[in-house]
């Protein structure tokens, strides 16, 4: 379990980094939970990873092929519910959309 400074440093990035809203794939009806936060240091979205779990992956950025590589971190479904809860009293920007997700779970 994350600590409480560890949570407080989360929302900061999700606030500033991330984005929070509900995903559908095509041929589905129900609408998926998530959080994702990209970032060029990938530093950042380890300690995410280690302390919250979800995934990491490569940004392919075609556009800009002399760009540094860009990551993305995102956690889906119960676990993003589970993130949001965590991290909720330390969201300032993000908190409306964060509680929609909440109130739907």
Do not use: H
Request: proline content about 5%; hydrophobic content about 35%.
């Amino acid at each position: 379990m994350a600590k409480k400074t560890e949570k407080a440093w989360a929302a900061g990035i999700v606030d500033g980094e991330g984005w929070i809203g509900l995903e559908k794939k095509k041929g589905r009806t129900k609408k998926t939970p998530i959080v994702e936060v990209t970032n060029t240091n990938k530093n950042i979205l380890d300690e995410l990873y280690e302390k919250f779990g979800g995934n990491i992956y490569l940004c392919k950025r075609p556009s800009r092929p002399k760009a540094n590589p860009c990551w993305l971190w995102r956690l889906r479904r119960k676990k993003c519910v589970l993130f949001l809860k965590e991290i909720k009293p330390w969201l300032i920007g993000k908190k409306e959309k964060a509680q929609k997700i909440l109130d739907n779970k």
